[in-house]
T-cell receptor
Framework: KQEVTQIPAALSVPEGENLVLNCSFT??????LQWFRQDPGKGLTSLLL?????REQTSGRLNASLDKSSGRSTLYIAASQPGDSATYLC??????????????FGKGTKLTVNP | GAGVSQSPRYKVAKRGQDVALRCDPI?????LFWYQQALGQGPEFLTY????????KSGLPSDRFFAERPEGSVSTLKIQRTQQEDSAVYLC?????????????FGPGTRLTVT
């Protein structure tokens, strides 16, 4: 059974700092990995999607890496801003052989960026 | 274009009542997913449709939970005889496998509180 773990559970940093959020998964037979952002009381916004054949994806100040063999992904946020404060969730989709297209989520990292 | 919409956004039910939650996926999206998110946790998979076919319902916690998508577009998640442990945010997502393969787009969720 796939399990996804995110460390740390919460992180508080001063504005302008670069930071790294960690995600690990137990079954390396994944099809892709998605990073999401969730604001309080809101749904999930997709930030980056990395296919299993890729090593990283970048969007603006965000960079996500994937090391499938070791079961790890990181989300790097450069020059953090107070508006980045949210919960960040990592989710994996298993390989296509197996049927289900469901995502398995971690519990998230709650990020607070202080002005 | 319009994203995934869900209604109602908030629902308060007395224990034992039946509730129905609606999801309107992005137009043309073939796949539709329901997830349950308890407070402080990541979303957990409930069920998955491809068009009108329910291909995976392994995450439904009990036979009180029932989902349908009769015409392959709008979906309804029904919970019978609600219990306090059903209190959670119910998230709907849709995807189009051939477009950025299997990237899931989420709605704002329905927050269900059972009193």
């Amino acid at each position: 059974k796939q399990e996804v773990t995110q460390i740390p559970a919460a992180l508080s940093v001063p504005e302008g700092e670069n930071l790294v959020l960690n995600c690990s998964f137990t079954d390396s037979a994944i099809y892709n990995l998605q990073w999401f952002r969730q604001d309080p009381g809101k749904g999930l916004t997709s930030l980056l999607l990395i296919q299993s054949s890729q090593r990283e994806q970048t969007s603006g100040r965000l960079n996500a890496s994937l090391d499938k063999s070791s079961g790890r992904s990181t989300l790097y946020i450069a020059a953090s801003q107070p508006g980045d404060s949210a919960t960040y969730l990592c989710a994996v989709k298993r390989g296509l052989q197996g049927g289900s297209e469901k995502l398995v989520f971690g519990k998230g990292t709650k990020l607070t960026v202080n002005p | 274009g319009a994203g995934v919409s869900q209604s109602p956004r908030y629902k308060v039910a007395k224990r034992g009542q039946d509730v129905a939650l609606r999801c309107d996926p992005i137009s043309g999206h073939v796949s539709l997913f329901w997830y349950q998110q308890a407070l402080g946790q990541g979303p957990e998979f409930l069920t998955y449709f491809q068009n009108e076919a329910q291909l995976d319902k392994s995450g439904l916690p009990s036979d009180r939970f029932f989902a349908e998508r009769p015409e392959g577009s709008v979906s309804t998640l029904k919970i019978q005889r609600t219990q306090q442990e059903d209190s959670a945010v119910y998230l709907c997502a849709s995807s189009l496998p051939r477009d950025r393969p299997y990237e899931q787009y989420f709605g704002p969720g329905t927050r269900l509180t059972v009193t």
